[in-house]
């Protein structure tokens, strides 16, 4: 009896051949790996789907087991692939739109009105003294206190985002006590506090994983990702957080809208 992994290879092995091109000035690593993605972005290659090993991949196109390696490394840090240790290479889930960097909402509400499953992991949380650029951020006296909040998000079971909270003591002085797990920071600051977000300035950039995001995301150092920085201001006009946000590149993207 043939088994569900060895299924889903030989589908992909069964799929209508691709020659190489090597009478061409495109490296051969790049050909395997556009060919994958086509098959993945038509359908052909549906999510969950397991390809086959690189030895299988190196035989069956008469090509280098690095040359394999390297198209299907791009296409992990592209997010078209995911690999699982002792597994294999699999076909990665569609990328989630980072869209509530357009609309004002959090990532948590976002998330969780897509019905993503969003689980919240506080990984520290203190009081701290503001330093002179944190606090001309903040509007607060350099050295006042604030409350600092890190936290790791994961998504369908897979860490996705990192994020760093600073929010102004003086607001919220009983937030240090306040269980953060699997609950959304403005929604609590909202309710609690009367701190209900009016606007917020934004700054966007593509970044590479460093050891630390290695370790928290899983993921290889190098990685690319999002860093998002973000003021957020009451309607008193008043900044009540910046936090720092550091998103897996593989695993969304960003989507707004332009109107003119």
């Known amino acids: 009896m043939v088994n569900i992994t060895e299924c889903q290879v030989m589908v992909f092995m069964d799929k209508k051949e691709m020659d190489l091109n090597r009478k061409v000035p495109i490296p051969l690593y790049y050909q395997l790996k556009e060919y994958i993605r086509q098959q993945i972005e038509e359908g052909v290659l549906a999510p969950g ?22 198209a299907l490394k791009e296409l992990v840090y592209e997010g078209y692939l995911t690999r699982e240790k002792g597994r294999g290479t699999f076909v990665a889930r569609p990328k989630i739109d980072y869209s509530f960097i357009q609309h004002f909402t959090t ?6 009105e897509k019905g993503y499953v969003l689980k919240t992991q506080v990984l520290k949380k203190e009081v701290r003294k503001a330093s002179k650029k944190l606090a001309q951020l903040l509007q607060i006296e350099e050295g006042e206190d604030f409350v600092y909040i890190e936290r790791l998000r994961s998504i369908e079971g897979e860490p996705v985002v990192w994020v760093r909270n600073h929010v102004p003591y003086a607001l919220c002085p009983g937030l240090l006590g306040e269980d953060l797990t699997d609950r959304s920071l403005y929604q609590l600051l909202a309710e609690k506090y009367s701190l209900v977000p009016k606007w917020a300035e934004i700054a966007l950039e593509p970044t590479l994983a460093d050891e ?18 973000n003021v957020t201001y009451s309607e008193a006009e008043r900044p009540m957080d910046f936090f720092i946000s550091r998103f897996r590149g593989d695993k969304g993207r960003v989507r707004v809208r332009v109107f003119r």
């Open 107 to 112: 990532f948590y509400e976002e998330m969780e």
């Open 49 to 70: 789907d397991l390809l086959p090993s690189e030895r299988e991949l190196s035989e069956k196109y008469g090509i280098s087991r690095p040359t394999v390696r390297q």
């Open 212 to 229: 630390l995001d290695a370790r928290l995301l899983k993921i290889d150092v190098g990685a690319p990702m999002f860093l998002m920085e």
